[in-house]
Nanobody
Framework: VKLVESGGGLVHPGGSLRLSCAFSGFSFMSFNMGWFRQAPGKEREFVAAIDWTGSTAQYVDAVKGRFTISRDSAKKILYLQMNSLKPDDTSVYYC?????????????????WGQGTQVTVSS
């Protein structure tokens, strides 16, 4: 399994970005998937997750109503649409595969990680 993120960059506060995570290998359709982020000097934190069917999504409170996670099983791509971005959203964002959704709003990471993509929100 290989995960490759893309779509990061520099954006002004209030702007939007869409992150993508391309999945290589088998079992995408059976994997729960998630996004984490890590800011300088801070621990990696859960952001959003989606179950293998695409019908259940969970978010950390800080991004609810602003971020949307989705998946395209035919293309084997995981997405994170980020709107109304804030400077506090500045982090390296990582894609994760194979974890467990733990309602109401947590996802225990699986063993598959991407290399990360930098998101910087600044004026």
């Amino acid at each position: 399994v290989k995960l490759v993120e893309s779509g990061g960059g520099l954006v002004h506060p209030g702007g939007s970005l869409r992150l993508s995570c391309a999945f290589s290998g088998f079992s995408f359709m059976s994997f729960n998937m998630g996004w984490f982020r890590q800011a300088p000097g801070k621990e990696r934190e859960f952001v959003a997750a989606i179950d293998w069917t695409g019908s259940t999504a969970q978010y950390v409170d800080a991004v609810k109503g602003r971020f949307t996670i989705s998946r395209d099983s035919a293309k084997k791509i995981l997405y994170l649409q980020m709107n109304s971005l804030k400077p506090d959203d500045t982090s390296v964002y990582y894609c994760n595969g194979g974890g467990d959704l733990q309602p109401p709003n947590y996802y225990a990471a699986g063993s598959h990680w991407g290399q990360g993509t930098q998101v910087t929100v600044s004026s």
